[in-house]
């Protein structure tokens, strides 16, 4: 009975223990003073008006060295731009006209305002003086050129292209720099196979008839004759007579001009 008792006294003294401790506890977490947490308040207050601070200063640097950046850029272009000149490409040649004498303008019979040419007449080409037995056929839709080391090239921004002419009856060659007209695809008869021409437009004479025409770029050195003249040529201007051959005549001063003589 003894032993019961003593074995009570010993849990109830455990009991009391426990709630003094956390009595205890529960006062040094839970309690805090007034004074205490106006200043943690006033601390944190502190340090957020602090952070802004620094990222206004920040963000003022960051601006400022994205203007000093952009200054430094500009006065770098400026520099390039005083120092580097732009290239400039050579200028354009220009095309003398046919120019003749009123007393000496040649000849060229015309029906009904069409000048009459035959098979074969003779063709003056503007600008190297040069003249040829050209070939007058119908069935070419576009006139045709003798070309070599045709080289295309890019001038003022557009296209063109530098080639040589030969001259007649020597083995020399004329250097001619024109714009490029356009380019045509061009079916071969004996191969069936197409190809791709330069296009240009060149200034020429048949008797005293003068015009600019579009004459494609090709090396013409396995046929008969170094000029073609097509339809585009005959359309509205000329008429063949097949029985004929130079039936017009160039004016007297064109030979001495191609040869370079005086006239």
């Known amino acids: ?29 839970l309690m805090v003073e007034k004074e205490d947490l106006d200043a943690l308040n006033s601390s944190v207050v502190n340090q957020s008006e602090h952070l802004i601070t620094l990222e206004d200063r920040t963000s003022e ?10 200054e430094s850029t500009q006065n770098i272009l400026q520099a390039i731009t005083e120092q580097v000149e732009k290239p400039a490409c050579p200028p354009a040649p220009k095309v003398p006209a ?29 600008g190297p003086g040069l003249i040829y037995d050209a070939r007058i056929d119908s069935g070419a839709e576009t006139s045709s050129m003798d070309a070599r080391n045709i080289t295309r090239f890019e001038r003022d921004g557009n296209n063109w292209v530098r080639f040589d002419v030969p001259v007649p009856d020597t083995d020399d ?41 579009e004459f494609t770029l090709t090396n013409r050195e396995h046929l008969s004759h170094s000029v073609l003249v097509g339809r585009n040529i005959l359309r509205d201007v000329m008429l063949i007579d097949v029985g004929k051959e130079f039936a017009t005549e160039l004016p007297e001063s064109v030979p001495a001009e191609a040869n370079g003589d005086e006239s």
């Open 98 to 126: 046919c120019e003749v004498n009123k007393s000496d303008d040649g000849r060229a019979d015309r029906l009904k305002g069409k000048v009459i040419v035959g098979e074969v007449e003779k063709f003056y080409l503007a």
């Open 173 to 213: 060659f004329v250097t001619i720099e024109r714009e490029i007209s356009r380019r045509v695809r061009i079916i071969q008869s004996s191969t069936d196979e197409s190809e791709r021409r330069v296009v240009v437009e060149l200034q020429f004479m048949i008797g005293n008839h003068r015009q600019q025409a």
């Open 61 to 70: 640097r960051f601006q400022a060295l994205t203007r000093l950046n952009e």
């Open 1 to 29: 009975m003894f032993f019961m008792r003593s074995d009570y006294g010993k849990r109830a003294a455990a009991v009391v223990f426990l709630i003094f401790v956390s009595g205890c506890t529960a006062n040094r977490y």
